[in-house]
């Protein structure tokens, strides 16, 4: 962890109701009226402007998991990982929340490498946990640094990946090792493959085009890859398997274009954002 990193702010860190508004954002992409209407319906009694633009979307931006603002919000392919998920059950819920809070730990807070430091049934005790996370950020001198540092940390208890016990904190090893697991079955490189072309198809098709947001495309391939594979290919897993794809030999070729930045959700290829795609012919 870099002392240059400022801390990210996570004002909803309750996991149950950042579900319930991934649910609000599923029913209701691109209707910033009806998304507000229901989730003040989660929050009765509480202010609009403190609740609705002052807590879920600053969190839900924050955590990768919608896109869009304005009346153009829309859940990005994590968001919608999480929700198709509970559409079978809160089992599985859980197990492809605990994918995606991984890789947003590993992208944004590291906590969960932190912890490897303390003995395993041991763990540490939460303030000293907080003292020792909040003292390396660039921000650590803003008062609510302890509380950001706090929220996450219950964030990852609420998930499992961290388990708290006589006010101790450690690593949930059980729910990391699955998680671990869950990942590497979602690396065969073939059944990946056949899902990214499948998805590019099928986001073509949608947009009437040839030219497709690299977004629209991962969106479409993490829902297909689990709905028929039982696969949970996170944002950072489609991205990083198309890094192993681009090189090797096809029948096809694919280009990539409009320069974008990694605050869009664009698609990092050696150097350089992308944020659209086209697939051809390599005989065209």
């Known amino acids: 962890m870099s002392s240059l990193q400022v801390l990210p ?9 950042i579900v319930d508004a991934l649910r ?10 009806r ?6 319906g989660l929050y009765p009694k509480k202010d609009e402007k403190s609740v609705f633009r002052g807590m879920v979307i600053p969190t839900l931006r924050q955590l990768g998991l919608i896109l869009g603002r304005d009346n153009a919000i829309r859940l990005s392919a994590n968001g919608m990982l999480i929700v198709v998920a509970q559409d079978r059950n809160n089992q599985e819920m859980m197990r492809v929340s605990r994918v995606v809070v991984d890789e947003i730990d590993r992208d944004k807070f590291s906590f969960l490498q932190i912890l490897r430091r303390y003995t395993p049934g041991h763990g540490i005790a939460e303030d000293e946990f907080v003292h020792n996370v909040g003292s390396a950020y660039r921000n650590a001198g803003h008062a609510p640094i302890r509380e950001r540092v706090r929220r996450w940390l219950r964030l990852l208890v609420d998930v499992g990946l961290v388990m708290e016990k006589d006010g101790m904190f450690a690593r949930h090893e059980n729910s990391i090792n ?3 697991s869950e990942v590497g079955r979602a690396d065969d490189i073939k059944v ?7 998805a590019y198809r099928s986001a073509a098709e949608r947009f009437r085009g040839a030219v ?5 495309v991962r969106e479409i391939a993490s829902v297909t890859l689990y709905q028929r594979h039982d ?3 996170t944002e950072g897993h489609f991205d990083e398997m198309l ?14 274009g409009r320069p974008g930045s990694w605050k869009v959700k664009s698609f990092l290829y050696k150097t350089n954002f992308y944020r659209t795609i086209a697939i051809t012919s390599s005989g065209a």
């Open 9 to 17: 702010i996570i004002k909803e860190n309750r996991w149950s109701k």
């Open 24 to 33: 609000v954002f599923s029913e209701f992409p691109f209707n910033r009226d």
């Open 35 to 40: 998304q507000r209407v229901a989730i003040m």
């Open 178 to 180: 699955a998680v671990r």
């Open 192 to 198: 990946f493959e056949r899902g990214f072309l499948s």
């Open 212 to 216: 497709v947001d690299i977004a629209a």
């Open 231 to 233: 696969i949970v290919v």
């Open 243 to 256: 890094r192993k794809l681009l090189p090797a030999s096809h029948d096809y070729v694919v280009s990539m």
